[in-house]
C-alpha cells in the first residue's frame, strides 16, 4: 500500500504541543482515537492555549466542562457507550 502524499501546511506554534497533550490524555483513557474531547481537555489543561477568560465571560463554567468532558472521555476506556447526556 502506497502512503499518502506530505502536504506541509502552516500551525500555530502551540498546536503540536496541544494534540501531543491530547494525544496522551486519549491514551491514557484507553481510547486508540484522538477525539475532540480528549483536545478540549488538552485545552482546559494548560489555559494558555485558548483564551479561557474570554470563554468564562460567555458563561462557561470550567468544573462543569472538564467533568461533561471526562464523562465522554471515560466510556472507551471502561467499555461504555455515553448516554448523550
Request: proline share 8%.
Given at each position: ?9 502552516s ?67 471502561l ?7
Open positions: 500500500m502506497t502512503q499518502p502524499p506530505i502536504v506541509p501546511f500551525y500555530a506554534p502551540n498546536l503540536a504541543h496541544l494534540l501531543g497533550s491530547a494525544d496522551e490524555i486519549a491514551s491514557a483513557s484507553g481510547s486508540f482515537d484522538l477525539g475532540t474531547e480528549h483536545i478540549l481537555l488538552a485545552m482546559m489543561r494548560d489555559p494558555s492555549t485558548i483564551p479561557t477568560d474570554k470563554l468564562r465571560a460567555l458563561g462557561m463554567d470550567s468544573c462543569i466542562l472538564l467533568t461533561r468532558l471526562a464523562e465522554c472521555a471515560l466510556p472507551a476506556r467499555g461504555i457507550e455515553d448516554s448523550g447526556r
